[in-house]
């Protein structure tokens, strides 16, 4: 699955630059020239990141007509590009990132990197990867028991477990990742259980490095559907 962003502005060389760095991050491109064109297309599509030329004539009011017209606007990382003179108004246009023109392109792909990490992070943080591994759900008392896994996030896991262990012990859970060498361990929690053996787990705390190969693992999974 590829994100989505759209470029509104006439500088087509800058335009070009912002395709070659856009397209390095795995984004595709639309690219509006009229404000008013581009909150037609706002209004009927998606798209996760919205990068505005400052300098193009109508800028002002295309910004205060995305706040009002299209509601998901404010949940789409904006970003404003133009001459140092064009970003004083960055808080009423509600961006969250800003870079200067002409493009530096390493200044560019860092603040790009960044909206396309937020936007990432967006849709990670409700993505569910369904995976089959067997697991081991440690106790408060050190009483272990096996189970499997059914899917997880980066936020918890839902596992089925055998008879016999009582979810308000859990203190810890174990299973390996398909496809890597890494054996996550991690501090957990039941949010949620039924009389079948199936729990809801959160995790608590875990180690950076099995937070972030965690991460990385369900982003390379997302991408792949």
Known sequence: MTLSSMVVSRDWQEISVLECILGGLHMDVAVESEPQQALSRLAKSKVDALIVDCDLNGSGQFFRELQRE??????VPLVIMGGAHSHRNMEDSGAMFSFDKPISVEQAVHTLSAAR????????RYHRAGLDVPVT???????????????????GLQVRV?????PSEAARISFALPGTTLAVNAQVEVAWSDNRGNMGIRFVKMAPQIKHTLRTWLAQQYFAN
Do not use: E, H, Y
């Open 137 to 155: 759900l440690q106790g408060l008392r050190q009483k272990k028991s096996s189970g499997q896994l059914i899917n997880f996030s980066q936020g």
């Open 162 to 166: 055998d008879d016999g262990f009582n």
């Open 70 to 75: 299209v509601p998901r606007a404010s949940t």
């Open 117 to 124: 990490n937020m936007i990432l992070d967006g849709r990670l």
